[in-house]
């Protein structure tokens, strides 16, 4: 036989093979009670006691006599009681997780013998509306099961004549009771009458669309006494989370709403004005429920007469990451969580919501959008929009000048080393070429910018189309690029939620994490102080790319470095090579002090050239006026000239990186000297021993390496060795004793990857730069490739993003070297640069590959540490290796 199981505040059952019988609303209850929380009485019907019921309904009021009893003395009121009737809801309580559109009825127990007694309580206009409601959720129900078509017609008459006598403003008694009065003859005259044939008729459908659903078919039976909020004095109805939802502060959070049955009926009030007694039992219950399911949870209540009832709780779907890990943090404070908890606890990609702004859905609503495009840096950034980098410039000192608001983004089809200053001080960048590795999203992951590439924007004249929507210069658009869904722009300035990194728990949260990491760490790729000082709070174990082009990004330096790549002598080359090198003395000095003796990986030179050459008719005047001031015998159009000729057809394959410096040697001579002037400055001012790394980029054979490393003389020219240039500082600075420093080179041409072996006889290190290592092993150009991704990923040609996610043969070149590498060198270190160390999906792959850390900007750091650490875990707990 059947079971029918009770439960009550002190009445619970914990057996888990009877608690997968019941489904999981009568579970929900049951771990309600089990927590102490004081629950309305009830009792189960277990699928198999409704069978028997339905068969024989005679057995059924001996069996729940008891438990009735209970909820009768419990809650103060009587089964068929007409002047204080006990009311019952059903709930359906699916052993499979299936969302039914009636799956509970309400108020079982309101009829002709008990309606009047229980509006003395709540009032007539409410009592009534709840009793046509009954009926009317009676015959829904009803309706759902196979019924013959003429009942089914008029069941919906009958229903549709009580919606509208409940669906008033200002419910009258006898508009409901007319149309309660037009079907009566459909039902037995009992279930107007009766409370207990009321409960089997309801008992009786649910039984038989259970039996005729595949996923309802266990399904079991919930009945539970009813409470009421709006129950005359000392009633009210409330719903609080157990942590702040938002900033994650440790107090319950909600609204209390006087005299209301539910929230819709009233304005609510803090939930702090709920009397004392209830306010310290809710808090009591909060962490009960959070020590139980170790995350917030939100409940709902209601004070009937005096007495408070809790009457679910659930999990919250919307609260924000900073509130979930500051919530965790005190679980774990409270030694209810342990470490791998608190770090699995949170899926990596979320912690982008703490590092950027956040869009307020509920400002957008109205807005045109237009979605899709690639999600180049994540993050919402509102602005006015200018379409190059002077205008913006611009715009943004007359901002400040005037106290305006300061907000800005910048939309250009692609950006060059000259918009970076654009970047640094707009909110983000649209861009229409090129994709995740290119020029605008790199420089935006590092500066903390959001960046979209919209491939379906065309840039007009002071103008830009997206769908068909025009946007002119100085209008507002918002960018939102989340992480896990799809990026969105908004036509209009919306409301964000700022990043709070400090105080939002990240900090501590990464600590934990770093418990989890071994040996295989996150470096940073930073060029600047700050983006060093950014990478040390969130535990960088070094920097392991300092693209030093970057560092001469800055308006006092770009037309200095430009009459550099222009001299058309190695003495005029020289010239401006010595005002670079204390600046880049400078640059160095800072990042090794910051970073402590930590790691630091110095790339040196690598650009295309023309990169930096004037794109604009403004810069390209401001450089000639600065150049000509040094040169005033140069013409404009020899200026001009030269320039000109550094134009490249395929810049990427051109001369760039280590081809620069076989060319014009001094460049890298300054870099060098400037490293070692830096490292042993540092020594003599603060003591700290620094192991210089310098990198060597876009290496293809050993004796390019070799070359640099050793130096070479020819006729007429020569290489200076990274020996000799180290002996030259030594000696001019005065210093007695050398110091450690290692060469390597960055592995991202096949050529390279293929002679590994060869390549590790120069070099201590390898790091592997995954975008152009994707770009020359898959012959696809990182800034064109987005044109045509959509058209591939249409046809399934290829899955996801070559230049997020690692290739499978791009994987391969990888191995390879680091095998070939290893074989010659057993100690050779190995890093992965390229933008793909922040993707959680390739860090597997990277350290089953034998690689030593992954590189990647400030920002992608605690999502890259949360990833390594979760795999950590993970293969603990499969039993597998951990680190090493
Ligand atoms: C790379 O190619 O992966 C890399 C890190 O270098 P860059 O992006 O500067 O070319
Ligand atoms: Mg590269």
Redesign the pocket.
Known sequence: MGRIYSFNSSEFISDPEILETIGSRGARVMELASLGAPIAPGFILSNELLGEIVEDPSIAFDLYKKPIARMEQTLEKGFNDKDNPLLVKVAESPTLNMVRTLSSIHNIGLGDHTVDGFASFVGEGFAYHEYGNLVQKIIELELLTDVKQERAKKLQKYRDALKSATNQKTVKKDTVKQALDSGRDLFPEEIYTNTHEQLMYVVKIFHALFQASTSSVDSSLVVQGMVFGNFGKNSGFGNFYTHDIIEGENVISGEYFEQAFDAREKEGVSLQEVSKKFYKELERIGKELEKYFKEIRSVRFTVENGKLWVIDQQPVPNKSTQAEIKTLLDLHKEKVVDDEYVVQAIKPGRLSEILHAALDESSVRKFKSAAGGIAGAVGAAIGRVYFSTDSLLKAHKRAIQENQPADFILAMPSTFAEDVKAIEVAKGVLSSEGGYASHAPVVARSLGKVALVYPNARFLKNSMKIGDTEVKEGDYITLNVPYYEKPTIYFGAARLSKPTPEGSGLLEFLDIVQGQIEDFDVHANADQPKDAELSRTFNASGIGLCRTEHMFFADDRINTFRSMIIADSSEERAEVLEKLEPMQMDDFYQLFKIMKGLPVTIRLL?APLHEFLPHTQDSMKSFVDFFREGHPKISEKEIRLRCDLLEEFNPMLGHRGIRVAVSYPEIYNMQIRAIFQAAYKLKADEGIDVVPEIMI??VMTANELKTIRNGKRIEGKAIVGVEEIEEGVRKEMKVKDALDYKIGT?I?LPAAALQADRIARYADFFSF?T??LTQTTNGLSRDDFNNFFSDYNEFDLLEENPFKVLGEQVKEMIAIAAERGRLTRPDLDLGLCGEHGAEPENIPFAKDSGLNYVSTSPYGIPIAKLAIAQMNIKRREEGGESNN
């Open positions: 690598d980029p876009l960055m991202e730069g975008n152009d």
